[in-house]
């Protein structure tokens, strides 16, 4: 029978610690980003797009065809400049892994060097990590992630990462953007329509702007009412603006 000290029993006692204490870390971040990004233009561009015209007294079917048109415009140009950046950043991973990958094998002695500069940055003393880095010389990969992770701050890409972005990006400025659209779409007078528009569309802002303080681990009410100003800004500022080129014009 082993004992309580017995190495044997360790990994099933700290196996069952960690299932009971639960742990639980949002690890969604980037998809969340996405879509935070994805549904703030999507509410807030077509929405002062819409109030401008209105402002210009355009009629309810021309500020949709227009609102239309840039949801699709926008919705395109968001979702590549998302792939772009994805595809930006696996591509500087990679180049990085290489060189690192190249270190390593021409000049382990100062790679290893590093990792015990890493390690002393957190209070360990020599014979303190010293294991540790002979550990990960006798692990090539494990000493590559390593030196990847802490040295120069880089997570490994999902390989689908660029498309995916893409996607979520569009997807969610195409839902956001149907929102402020909607009541022109029922509504034949524009300022009818406008008008409901922003109070629709500040809802949708508050609600948005509260989803997204609860999963970014901000404060939801002031994260609501962040969103919200912002977009009652744009639209103000576009409303006031085609106000203005009407009178020039008149």
């Known amino acids: 029978m082993k004992g309580a000290g017995d190495g044997g029993e360790r990994p099933m006692l700290e196996t069952g610690l960690i299932s009971m ?6 690890t969604a971040g980037e998809v969340v980003r996405d879509v935070i990004m994805g549904v703030s233009d999507g509410l807030t561009v077509p929405f002062a797009l819409a109030a401008g015209l209105s402002g210009a007294r355009a009629p309810s079917s021309l500020v949709l065809t227009a609102g239309l048109a840039e949801v699709a415009a926008g919705a395109i140009s968001m979702g590549l400049g998302g792939y772009l950046a994805a595809k930006s950043e696996a591509d500087h991973y990679e180049r990085e892994l290489e060189r ?16 015990g500069e890493i390690m002393a940055q957190y209070g360990l003393e020599p014979h303190e990590y010293g294991p540790v880095v002979k550990g990960l010389q006798r692990r090539p990969e494990a000493w590559l992630d ?7 701050g880089l997570e490994k890409p999902e390989p689908r990462r660029a498309l995916q972005s893409a996607m979520t990006i569009a997807l969610a400025y195409i839902l956001g953007g149907l929102v402020p659209l909607l009541p022109y779409m029922l509504m034949p007078a524009a300022q009818d329509a406008m008008l409901t528009s922003v109070g629709v569309t500040l809802a949708a802002l508050l609600f948005f702007g509260y989803v997204k303080g609860r999963f970014t681990g901000t404060r939801p009410v002031l994260s609501a009412l962040q969103t919200t100003l912002i977009g009652a800004m744009a639209s103000a500022a576009a409303y006031g603006i ?9």
């Not at 204490?21 to 949002?26: D, I, L, S, V």
């Not at 690192?100 to 990792?115: F, M």
């Not at 390593?146 to 120069?152: G, N, P, V």
């Open 100 to 115: 690192e990958q190249a270190e390593i094998t021409t000049v382990p002695d100062i790679e290893a060097a590093e990792i």
């Open 242 to 250: 085609a106000k203005a080129v009407q009178g020039w014009t008149i």
């Open 146 to 152: 390593f030196m990847m992770r802490f040295e120069l």
């Open 21 to 26: 204490h639960g742990e639980r870390h949002f």
